[in-house]
């Protein structure tokens, strides 16, 4: 790392520099250790936290899921012991399991502090280590969907079968097809339940302003890939537009992120949110029980992955229409005249993979999904969720 230019970490609105870090090889992810400079974060203005006055010194509060407990105690209790010798302060953490504060009590309140900013920066550093376990979504499983998306399915392998790659154990289960807007790791009860306080405030703040209390109707049209070469496909999404050609969901995504972001709870990963729906992917092919979500979040391990070869399900239509039926080059597809559309519409064979129709949803909720579970419809439980209506 440059000295000159040290790696820079945002928690709570304040910026904090990470000194180099005291690299120990452990076998386990739970005797991974910390250490910091005696002198980093000494001179922290208390304002950032909460130090209260005691009759014995000086203490300060801060509330951390217990499966991140393991990471201040440190193997055989090493990251603690240091912690506290080097600012000397005393370090109360909960019982394994036991959701509650970590309390920091010491005789000076710069002592007080950089142990809370240690915490935090060590905290927030492994923090994003852990899988993600929620994420926002619009649910596009409503029966018409499902019924055109098996039908997708089914004439992809049968015309696509001996693509390289391509097999039925890529699809997504229609059950769960869905819009991602973004991950979050949510710990504890707390977690969650600041979460769903955090949606309610959105539709408060924005959501009923930009939907106007009424659900937004959306075009499910079109498959797209994620990658640079259509032959060595990883991810194939059905595209997502409003179907009055407005922005509105993307404004929609964007600002509900944006807060998420702005709060802690969510990582920010992209400028704007994709709008997609994931249909294919390689991930789903070695792990059927994996969450079919994510595209965008680069949790997985990609090195293992097979991709497909996804050029035949992309490849625009290269036959002669017949009279009355021009076609015009647009781009990398076709613009098509109504009477093909039409053609396409009663299942032609002529029928574009890349111009697919889904159909068309009415989308009234953001829901607070929960990753590896379902409920009575197939989808995943919902946890909480932002209603338009």
């Not at 709570?12 to 005291?22: A, H, P, S």
């Not at 703040?205 to 496909?233: C, H, K, R, S, W």
Request: charged share 25%; proline share 4%.
């Amino acid at each position: 790392m440059d000295v000159l230019r040290p790696l820079l970490i945002r928690i709570g609105g304040r910026v904090y520099r990470k000194n180099l870090v005291q690299e120990q090889a452990f076998p386990r992810e739970e005797e991974e250790d910390f250490y910091a400079g005696p002198g980093d974060c000494a001179d922290e203005p208390c304002g950032a936290f909460v130090v209260e006055e005691t009759e014995r010194g000086f203490q300060c509060r801060v509330e951390v899921p217990s499966p991140l407990y393991k990471y201040i105690i440190g193997k055989k209790g090493e990251t603690k012991k240091r912690l506290e010798a080097e600012t000397r302060t005393s370090i109360s953490i909960p019982k394994p399991g036991v959701e509650g504060e970590i309390v920091i009590t010491g005789q000076h309140r710069s002592g007080v502090t950089s142990a809370r900013t240690r915490i935090d920066v060590l905290l927030d550093s492994f923090r994003k280590k852990q899988p993600f376990t929620h994420f926002l979504s619009f649910a596009l499983n409503q029966p018409a969907i499902q019924q055109r998306f098996l039908q997708f399915k089914e004439e992809v392998l049968e015309k696509c079968s001996k693509d390289h790659g391509v097999s039925s154990s890529l699809f997504q289960n229609p059950a769960k097809l869905h819009l991602t807007l973004g991950t979050l790791v949510l710990l504890n009860e707390q977690e969650i339940q600041k979460a769903c306080d955090l949606l309610q405030r959105c539709k408060e703040d924005f959501v009923d302003q930009i939907a106007g209390g009424q659900p937004l109707t959306v075009e499910v049209a079109g498959v797209e890939y994620m990658n640079d070469d259509p032959a060595m496909t990883d991810v194939l999404y059905a595209k997502v537009r409003m179907k009055d050609g407005s922005d509105r969901l993307q404004m929609v995504a964007d600002q509900l992120v944006e807060r998420f972001v702005a709060s802690g709870l969510m990582l920010k990963e992209w400028d704007r949110v994709k709008l997609h729906a994931t249909v294919m992917n390689t991930l789903f092919r070695k792990d059927p029980t994996e969450e079919r979500n994510s595209t965008m979040t680069g949790k997985s391990s990609f090195k293992e992955r097979e991709s497909f070869n996804g050029q035949n399900i992309l490849k625009p239509f290269q036959g002669k229409l017949g009279p009355g039926q021009p076609q015009e080059r647009t781009g990398r597809g076709v613009s098509h005249s109504s009477s093909y559309q039409q053609l396409l519409l009663k299942g032609n064979n002529l029928e574009l993979f890349e111009n697919f129709h889904f159909g068309e949803v009415q989308l009234d909720s953001v829901r607070l999904s929960q990753r590896f579970s379902s409920d009575a419809s197939g989808y995943y439980a919902t946890s909480g969720q932002l209603c338009f209506s």
